[in-house]
């Protein structure tokens, strides 16, 4: 099951949709619905940094129709869907 929970403070992710990892450690996701590029976050791996870009409003999105494919899903997408 892919899924992210909050624990307290601490937030587990058990998936996480394919970011662009970029030079110095950081990584960055883009939406998958208006195509906006998240800023870039350090983080040590990917899921440390879709757990970041969670905290700030992002989201997951699976398509039923593209086979359960999981896409990144900016701030203003995830409010407005």
């Known amino acids: 099951m892919n899924k992210t929970e909050a624990n307290g403070e601490n937030m587990v992710v058990t998936y996480v949709p394919d970011l662009h990892r970029l030079t110095g450690g950081r990584f960055e996701a883009i939406c998958g619905k208006c195509l906006r590029t998240s800023e ?4 040590m791996d990917a899921s440390r940094a879709w757990g970041a870009l969670l905290q700030v409003g992002w989201s997951l999105y699976t398509s039923e129709v593209m086979a359960g494919r999981s896409y990144a899903i900016c701030p203003s997408c995830t409010a407005a869907p």
């Open 40 to 43: 870039s976050v350090h983080a």
